[in-house]
């Protein structure tokens, strides 16, 4: 399959280096969507002052060295030179009969990156909140998506789990027992762990229990390498690590244990960082901490801003960790490009790491680093949503919730299917509803979260997407074929065809657009277009009781292409899609 877009902009570089010179041969066409055609050469316009020449002239000059005739039917200069390109029906169909045959359904395969990809990043011994749904969610679908262009890449769920909070969490957990109801608490509700550890700690300190002074000894022992502390630890881990897989089986995301690169993971690369850049200079010592100042990084009355490297107490933070995190992925994981899925308060925080690693030598020019901004999740009252209490909402309670709203829906609209059936769609629309919401905005920008609005089978929402391709399923089980049946020439006569047909012909650059600016809700907004033209397709193209055999045949094929797209779009952002809606 032939991308319309990038095919005209070949065609039109070659006429513009036949028109004005091979030293124009690499200038942008500037090929875009039009209104007035189906795409737009806008070349001429930024050309007219180089040349010093009126655009409708360029725009003429161009047109006479323009080969198109095999793909447009209608090549026109309108406007003050906007070369407007009108495709060919039969080219279009040869396209989207290609898509047939092509298991990647015109998604080029890019070349081969090694890509880290850091995403999720819970805390040992805490509950996962609402704030962790956006990078988990986004990460993920940028995981699927930069794996299906064809490359590598290496999930990195960057966990809490070092610190000086596991003192007293160890010793709680010796004193209502390993294997006791308590510690069990680790695996289903970990904050009543937590917060039960926390209030010993904070009374001990306030009173004559020994309780924290045990914390802080076992904390001691812990960053020493004490054995039976270690042991203790790993039993914590292992606990919030059986927590962290049931909430990702819930969400259906793509993380495992493999996955897990916590933050003990470099604890013993941390004092070569602080060794190596107090040696070169780059780190020298401000009110007894180890710091990095680095210019152009001011706060307060144009102060500079350190990076601490090293406490005054000596101990570690998220800083050294991040560097040695860099390191790593670096010199072990071999990257070509380190993807950061995290909030956007932490801005600045990962300028001045990479900016420190640049200098240090440990991340090359070559090596690209982003931080994928997350945005916020709000409530009704435009404020970060929490519960009525002001605690951040548990992730788990509300991802219950959808699937339970959506249960109501379904029984509502499906009492002929069994309970079996209703509760696996309830749970495949409720999730998808969550998550189809969170990947249709712009991941640096803020939503309001609303169950009536996601869970809607109408406007842009993960329902109304299943609900597209289920309606597809329907049309081949009433019609009695199987989709991958569906082998019929596909002819676009119709407007309706014609532009569902266009259509599909973007899934391959949309999803090459999504990996190379890491933007999943361009993918979103791509499905939400395409299951309108759909519809726009069912009101003036009956598939099943089409004129002829030809023209059901042909439709048939096409909407078989439309499954396609529309389930692997929503399996690249992590949504599944349900035989039934």
Request: aromatic letters at 8%.
């Amino acid at each position: 399959m032939a991308d319309p877009q990038e095919v005209l902009s070949r065609r039109v570089q070659s006429a513009l280096g036949a028109a004005f010179g091979p030293e124009f041969a690499d200038t942008d066409p500037v090929i875009r969507p039009s209104q007035f055609a189906d795409y737009q050469a806008n070349a001429a316009l930024a050309l007219a002052k180089r040349l010093g020449r009126k655009p409708r002239e360029v725009s003429a000059a161009i047109m006479e060295h323009l080969d198109v005739s095999d793909m447009c039917r209608e090549v026109e200069v309108s406007g003050p030179g906007f070369i407007n390109l009108t495709l060919r029906e039969d080219w279009i169909a040869t396209q989207v009969q290609s898509l047939l045959d092509d298991p990647r359904l015109g998604v080029p395969e890019q070349s081969p990156d090694n890509i880290p990809l850091d995403y999720s990043a819970p805390n040992v011994a805490k509950e996962m909140h609402v704030g962790h749904l956006r990078t988990t969610v986004v990460g993920d679908a940028l995981a699927r998506t930069l794996e299906f262009l064809g490359h590598n890449v290496v999930r990195q769920n960057h966990i809490g789990d070092w610190g000086t909070p596991f003192g007293m969490l160890i010793e709680h957990l010796l004193e209502v027992g390993e294997d006791s109801d308590e510690a069990q608490l680790l695996t289903t509700d970990p904050n009543a762990f937590y917060q039960a550890a926390r209030t010993k700690f904070d009374e001990s300190e306030n009173g004559s229990d020994a309780f924290a002074s045990r914390a802080r000894g076992r904390v001691v022992q812990l960053q020493s390498g004490d054995e039976e502390t270690l042991r203790l630890w790993r039993k914590l881990v292992g606990f919030s690590r059986t927590y962290f897989n049931k909430v990702y089986g819930k969400l259906g995301v793509t993380l495992t244990d493999e996955h897990l690169a916590g933050e003990s993971t470099y604890n013993d690369m941390l004092d070569a960082v602080c060794e190596d850049l107090e040696g070169k200079g780059i780190a020298t010592m401000s009110d007894g901490a180890l710091c990095v100042f680095l210019e152009g990084y001011t706060g307060r009355e144009d102060k500079p801003v350190p990076l601490i490297v090293r406490k005054s107490d000596g101990g570690y933070g998220y800083a050294t960790t991040d560097l040695a995190t860099v390191r790593y992925r670096v010199d072990t994981l071999k990257a070509d490009r380190i993807l950061y899925v995290v909030g956007a308060p932490q801005a600045m925080h990962f300028k001045m790491v990479w900016a420190t690693a640049r200098k240090a030598g440990w991340l090359p020019e070559d090596v690209e680093t982003t931080h994928v901004q997350i945005g916020n999740v709000l409530g009704s009252d435009g404020k970060i949503l929490r519960t009525r209490s002001g605690e951040p909402v548990r992730l788990v309670q509300l991802l219950d919730e959808a699937v339970e709203r959506a249960a109501e829906v379904v029984a509502q609209n499906r009492p002929d299917l069994g309970e079996e059936d209703r509760a696996e769609i309830a749970r495949k629309v409720g999730i998808g509803a969550v998550k189809y919401a969170d990947l249709s905005v712009a991941h640096d920008t803020e939503y309001t979260f609303d169950f009536d609005r996601m869970l809607a089978l109408t406007g842009n929402t993960g329902p109304y997407l299943q609900y597209a391709q289920a309606r597809i399923r329907s049309i081949f089980r009433k019609g009695g074929v199987e989709p991958e049946q569906a082998r019929g020439e596909i002819s676009v006569a119709e407007g309706a065809e014609r532009a569902l047909a266009l259509k599909l012909l973007g899934f391959g650059p949309v999803v090459a657009q999504v990996g190379d600016l890491l933007q999943p809700h361009r993918l979103s907004t791509y499905l939400f277009e395409l299951a309108q033209s759909l519809t726009t397709f069912y009101e003036y193209c009956p598939v099943l009781t089409a004129g002829s055999d030809a023209e059901r045949e042909s439709r048939l094929a096409l909407v078989s292409v439309a499954l396609r797209v529309l389930v692997q779009g929503l399996d690249l952002l992590g949504v599944e899609s349900p035989e039934y809606m």
